[in-house]
C-alpha cells in the first residue's frame, strides 16, 4: 500500500480510538432498522399525496435506517449524509440543534464507508430531496480502509474480481447481477419441481470422478486414509437414485474440474442435472427448450437477450441439426470416412488445427466440432446425434449403431447444455467404460470417462429408459445477464496467482 493509503489509514484509527475514548461502541452487535430507504421513500410519498401544505413542511413519524456512507458534506452547524443499504440510498439531515452539541460531535469521526444509523422523522428538503431529518446518529460500524477510487467506481478488472466486496461497494449496479443469478435458479427450481421432480443432494467427495471427461481435483481423506475426488458431474449419484425407484430427479449443484480458465470456463461452476424415467433424448430437448424459455420470461420479462449485436430468441422450437451433416457442411469432412484416428489427426494438421500426439479419437473430433460448427450456432440449436466413441454414456441409435442418442444445445457459439438417452445395458455400459480405462493407459493427459465399478453393479440391478440432462448454471446467467464474461456472473471466479 502506498504512504498515502497508509496515512488514511492510521487517520481512521484514530478515530476509532477517539470514539471508543468517548465510551461509544463503535461495533455494536444488533440495531433495529424500521425501515429500508426504499421503504422510507416510499412512505414519504405516500404522506404526502393528498396532503396540501409545502413539501419541505410536512413530517412522517420517525423511522430508523441503516447503511453505508457514500457521501459527507459537513457546513457548520448543518451535516448532509448519504446512506446506501441494498435498496438504495436516503439522504440524512444532520442539524445540531437537533442532536445536540455532544452528539453532533461524533460526525468528526465518521468517514466514508462507514455504516450508520439514523432516527427521525421524514421530509423533502427545499430541493426536493427525500431526506430523513436525524434525532439520534448511531455508528454500526467503523470502516479502517478507505473505499475505492472515491466512489466514482472501480475500473481495474482484476480488483474487481479478486475483491468483489469493492465492486459491490464501489458498483452497486453489479448486484442485480448476482440477484438475477438468484432469481434464474429459483425459476429453474419451480420449473422442475412443478414437473414432479424431486431435488436430490449427492456426494461431493467421490471415490471415482466419473460422469463426464474431465480431469478431477485429488484430496486425501485422513480418516479413511484414501485418495479422493472433487466430482466432476452428480451424474452417476442420480442415476443411481432412478435405479433404486425415484423417476423424476434433479441437483443444483458445485462441480469441479482441473481445466484451464478462460472467459467461459472456470475450474468449478453450478451444474444442474436431471433423470426422467422412461423418457429419451427428445422428451429432454421439448423439456429444455421449454425450461430456458420459461425461466427467460420469468426474469427478463421477454423471449429475448441481445449478446453483442445479435438478438437471441430462447422461443421454442430450437433448431435442431445433426452433428455428422453440421461438420461436412462446414468442413467438407465426412467423419464417418476416417475411423481411423492417425488419418483423421493427419486431415487435421493439413486443415491448420492444431493436434497435440498422441490424442483419442474423441478428442479430434471434439477439435473438429469447435473449430467448424460452433461457432455458427448463435441462435439456440440443438446438435444431435454424436459419434458413439464421443459418448460413452448414451444409449446407440436403433438404425445406426455408430452414433448415440445425444444432443448438446449451443447459443451464441457457447455450450449450454448435454443430454443422452441414457445408456442402461450394463454389458455395453461395461465394455465402454473399460475402453475408456484403456485409452487413459495410452494417453495419460487425455480427458476420458471414468470406471465405476459400483455404478456398474447399481445397474446390473436394472435401470429403466432414462433421459438425461446437463446445463450450465454459469453460462445461463452470463446469456441472460448479457454478460461476455463468466467471472461477470461468479461472485468469487477463480483467478491467476498474482
Known amino acids: 500500500?502506498?504512504?498515502?493509503?497508509?496515512?488514511?489509514?492510521?487517520?481512521?484509527?484514530?478515530?476509532?480510538?477517539?470514539?471508543?475514548?468517548?465510551?461509544?461502541?463503535?461495533?455494536?452487535?444488533?440495531?433495529?432498522?424500521?425501515?429500508?430507504?426504499?421503504?422510507?421513500?416510499?412512505?414519504?410519498?405516500?404522506?404526502?399525496?393528498?396532503?396540501?401544505?409545502?413539501s419541505n413542511d410536512l413530517r412522517t413519524e420517525s423511522v430508523t435506517i441503516a447503511g453505508r456512507i457514500i457521501t459527507m458534506r459537513r457546513m457548520g452547524k448543518v451535516t448532509f449524509i448519504h446512506v446506501r443499504d441494498q435498496e438504495g440510498q436516503l439522504q440524512i439531515h444532520v442539524r445540531k440543534d437537533i442532536v445536540g452539541e455532544e452528539h453532533y460531535a461524533l460526525i468528526r469521526n465518521l468517514d466514508l464507508g462507514d455504516f450508520i444509523g439514523g432516527a427521525g422523522p421524514l421530509f423533502r428538503t427545499k430541493s426536493g430531496e427525500a431526506s430523513q431529518e436525524t434525532r439520534t446518529l448511531t455508528i454500526l460500524s467503523k470502516s479502517l480502509r478507505p473505499p475505492p477510487e472515491k466512489w466514482h467506481g472501480l475500473q481495474d478488472t482484476e480488483t474487481r474480481y479478486r475483491q468483489r466486496y469493492l465492486d459491490f461497494i464501489s458498483n452497486p449496479d453489479g448486484m442485480n447481477?448476482?440477484?438475477?443469478?438468484?432469481?434464474?435458479?429459483?425459476?429453474?427450481?419451480?420449473?422442475?419441481?412443478?414437473?414432479?421432480?424431486?431435488?436430490?443432494?449427492?456426494?461431493?467427495?467421490?471415490?471415482?470422478?466419473?460422469?463426464?471427461?474431465?480431469?478431477?481435483?485429488?484430496?486425501?481423506?485422513?480418516?479413511?486414509?484414501?485418495?479422493?475426488?472433487?466430482?466432476?458431474?452428480?451424474?452417476?449419484?442420480?442415476?443411481?437414485?432412478?435405479?433404486?425407484?425415484?423417476?423424476?430427479?434433479?441437483?443444483?449443484?458445485?462441480?469441479?474440474?482441473?481445466?484451464?480458465?478462460?472467459?467461459?470456463?472456470?475450474?468449478?461452476?453450478?451444474?444442474?442435472?436431471?433423470?426422467?424415467?422412461?423418457?429419451?433424448?427428445?422428451?429432454?430437448?421439448?423439456?429444455?427448450?421449454?425450461?430456458?424459455?420459461?425461466?427467460?420470461?420469468?426474469?427478463?420479462?421477454?423471449p429475448t437477450v441481445t449478446r453483442g449485436n445479435t438478438k437471441i430468441d430462447f422461443t421454442p422450437p430450437w433448431n435442431r441439426l445433426s452433428l455428422i451433416e453440421a461438420i461436412h457442411e462446414r468442413s467438407g469432412i465426412y467423419v464417418q470416412d476416417y475411423p481411423d484416428t492417425e488419418l483423421l489427426a493427419e486431415k487435421l494438421t493439413q486443415m491448420g488445427i492444431p493436434i497435440e500426439l498422441p490424442s483419442t479419437h474423441m478428442r479430434l473430433l471434439d477439435k473438429l466440432i469447435s473449430a467448424f460448427v460452433e461457432p455458427h450456432l448463435i441462435q439456440p440449436t440443438f446438435l444431435v446425434d454424436y459419434p458413439v466413441e464421443m459418448s460413452p454414456l448414451a444409449k446407440k441409435k436403433k438404425n445406426d449403431p455408430a452414433l448415440t442418442e445425444r444432443f448438446e444445445a449451443f447459443v451464441a457459439g457457447i455450450e449450454l447444455a448435454n443430454s443422452f438417452s441414457e445408456l442402461n445395458d450394463p454389458i455395453d455400459q461395461r465394455q465402454r467404460l473399460v475402453k475408456q480405462e484403456?485409452?487413459?493407459?495410452?494417453?495419460?493427459?487425455?480427458?476420458?470417462?471414468?470406471?465405476?465399478?459400483?455404478f456398474l453393479v447399481a445397474l446390473e440391478h436394472g435401470m429403466p429408459p432414462t433421459g438425461g440432462l446437463g446445463l450450465g448454471i454459469d453460462r445461463l446467467v452470463m446469456l441472460l445477464a448479457e454478460q461476455q464474461n463468466l467471472r461477470d456472473v461468479i461472485l468469487f471466479p477463480q483467478m491467476r496467482s498474482k
Do not use: C, W
Open 177 to 302: 447481477i448476482f440477484t438475477l443469478r438468484s432469481q434464474i435458479v429459483q425459476s429453474i427450481r419451480t420449473f422442475m419441481t412443478d414437473k414432479g421432480f424431486l431435488e436430490a443432494e449427492t456426494p461431493v467427495l467421490v471415490p471415482v470422478a466419473a460422469g463426464a471427461m474431465a480431469h478431477p481435483f485429488e484430496t486425501h481423506h485422513l480418516a479413511l486414509d484414501r485418495a479422493l475426488y472433487l466430482r466432476i458431474a452428480t451424474e452417476l449419484y442420480l442415476k443411481r437414485l432412478i435405479i433404486g425407484g425415484f423417476e423424476k430427479v434433479f441437483e443444483i449443484g458445485r462441480v469441479f474440474r482441473n481445466e484451464g480458465i478462460d472467459h467461459d470456463h472456470n475450474p468449478d461452476f453450478t451444474l444442474f442435472e436431471s433423470y426422467e424415467a422412461y423418457a429419451d433424448y427428445n422428451d429432454v430437448m421439448r423439456m429444455l427448450e421449454q425450461m430456458v424459455f420459461t425461466v427467460t420470461m420469468s426474469v427478463v420479462g421477454k
Open 438 to 454: 484403456e485409452l487413459l493407459e495410452l494417453v495419460r493427459n487425455e480427458e476420458t470417462d471414468r470406471l465405476d465399478e459400483d
Open 1 to 54: 500500500m502506498s504512504q498515502r493509503g497508509n496515512e488514511l489509514i492510521e487517520r481512521r484509527k484514530q478515530k476509532l480510538e477517539n470514539l471508543l475514548n468517548a465510551a461509544i461502541d463503535p461495533y455494536p452487535a444488533t440495531y433495529l432498522r424500521s425501515h429500508t430507504t426504499s421503504e422510507a421513500t416510499d412512505l414519504l410519498l405516500h404522506h404526502e399525496a393528498g396532503v396540501d401544505v409545502p
